[in-house]
């Protein structure tokens, strides 16, 4: 019987914060949109995100408020269900 060894690979990490602000210079189209804020590349879009969290967010307790209470299938659910 024959048993081969082998070493497990290493595995790296890199910042994303400093990833996408590395790229930034090499964004050439929509440039006037991304970079007239005056913010990084990493903050804009960490608040692209919180912002769509939240939208979406409002979206969901405002439509629970609409139909939620007559969902037949989630009646015996938690709001959080849907």
Excluded at 19 to 44: K, Q, Y
Aim: charged share 25%; glycine share 4%.
């Amino acid at each position: 019987m024959t048993v081969a060894l082998e070493r497990p690979a290493s595995t790296g990490t890199r910042d994303p914060q400093e990833l996408l602000n590395a790229v930034a210079p090499h964004i050439t189209e929509l440039t006037l949109n991304v970079f007239d804020s005056g913010m990084s590349l990493w903050d804009r879009e960490i608040a692209l995100l919180l912002r769509d969290h939240t939208m979406v967010r409002d979206m969901a307790e405002e439509l629970w408020a609409i139909d939620g209470a007559d969902c037949s299938p989630c009646d015996n659910k938690v709001s959080d269900s849907h």
